[in-house]
């Protein structure tokens, strides 16, 4: 008999990082983005991740920073070697609710449910939960030791949009070149950085993918590769549905092994500086759907106002589109506040919703 619903995942060797986490004068920890790549294995010592010996060997620039990676693509199925969804993950590192932006499985009193996944703009749990795109990729790095274990690897964790978006587009792509199946693609993870209105002109980095020697050379050394595997007799096609099959055996990848170390990670924007912890977030609960008469008396507010329903819902830190019944009870009161409701007199006495809620 073997257990249900555990995720049986490819070895992990070790982790792939931009950033690390650095002592504060009070002696607190926190983590902290660089402009370099880090790899480690995955043991810790005082609160931070030790270096993987391949750090040492491995090429850097002049400034003595590590900018790429010479790195091999694991499996033939994309899933198997990229995973994203939306993720909630609890103050232990278990994530608590993952979804596809379709469909969900989350934990709820001793049980997981399958719900709907509208996606965390539309969610009033991923609102008061800090639901975010979570990002996973494994890799094999060409350092000569690839061959030896082909099927385990070092996985990077985001929750940035352009790393999921590049890596999902570059294996995209790599596939399709090797006609699905690019297990052993030679390629280089690069580091990359850009800046936007989002980041206030402030540069950020985020991983990439290339073909190693070109996109030519790399789906000529991945199609000799499979042809000596499939000459030795090695059943890789049977690898592949065991892989795969042990990824989808449970939404939850992640189940707490690391603790206070993936939180940090996830969260490592909402750090507060001065304490250490995760930033508590103002929660909104969905105690009840609105009533019809308290729609009304929204938009009778707003019209009075002079502002519209999107404004409101940026102000409230909500889908532009989402609608105010959905809003929740204590949004509720706190928009009937900035309002003046139900003491509307003229629209000269409705306060106007603050500036922030027409950006």
């Known amino acids: 008999m073997s257990v249900k619903n555990l995720v049986v995942s490819p070895p992990q060797l070790g982790r792939i990082s931009i950033g690390m986490t650095v002592q504060k004068n009070d002696g607190k920890r926190l983590p902290q983005k660089t402009d370099s790549i880090r790899i480690t294995g995955n043991a810790m010592v005082n609160g931070d991740w030790v270096d993987h010996p391949i750090m040492a060997t491995s090429k850097k620039d002049e400034q003595g920073k590590m900018r790429d990676i010479p790195i091999r693509i694991l499996f033939d199925a994309v899933g198997s070697n990229l995973q994203t969804n939306y993720s909630c993950f609890d103050m232990k590192g278990r994530q608590v609710c993952v979804g596809d932006g ?18 965390p703009d539309y969610c009033e749990f991923a609102k008061t939960n800090r639901c975010k795109l979570y990002t996973r990729f494994t890799v094999g790095i060409d350092d000569g030791s690839y061959e030896a274990n082909p099927t385990a690897g ?5 929750t940035g949009w352009n790393s ?27 580091l990359r950085g850009k800046s ?13 993918l290339i073909p190693k020697d070109g996109l030519v050379k790399a789906v000529i050394a991945t199609k000799e590769r ?13 690898i592949e549905k065991v892989v795969a099959e042990g990824l989808s055996a449970s939404a939850f990848a992640e189940d707490g092994e690391d603790g206070t170390a993936i939180v940090q990670e996830f969260f490592a924007d909402e750090i507060d500086t001065e304490t250490g912890e995760v930033k508590s977030k103002v929660e909104t609960k969905v105690e009840a759907v609105l009533t019809e008469a308290e729609t009304e008396q929204i938009k009778a507010g707003l019209l009075k106002a002079g502002r519209d329903i999107a404004s409101l819902n ?19 009161i706190k928009v009937k506040s900035a309002l003046g409701i139900p003491v509307v007199a003229s629209a000269a006495a409705v306060p106007a919703v603050p500036a922030a809620a027409a950006a």
């Open 164 to 190: 999921a978006k590049a890596l999902a587009a570059q294996l995209a792509v790599f596939s399709a070149a090797c006609g699905g199946k690019m297990a052993g693609f030679p390629a280089v993870l690069k």
């Open 314 to 332: 940026n102000w409230l830190g909500r889908a532009s589109d989402a609608p105010l019944a959905t809003m929740g009870i204590e949004n509720f």
């Open 226 to 238: 499979r042809a000596t595997l499939e000459a030795s007799g090695l059943l890789w096609d049977a």
């Open 196 to 208: 936007t209105s989002a980041s206030m002109k402030s540069i950020f980095y985020y991983l990439d």
């Open 102 to 119: 379709e469909t969900a499985k989350r934990r709820a009193a001793g049980v997981i449910e399958s719900i709907p996944c509208p996606g």
């Open 154 to 158: 070092f996985t990077f964790r985001s």
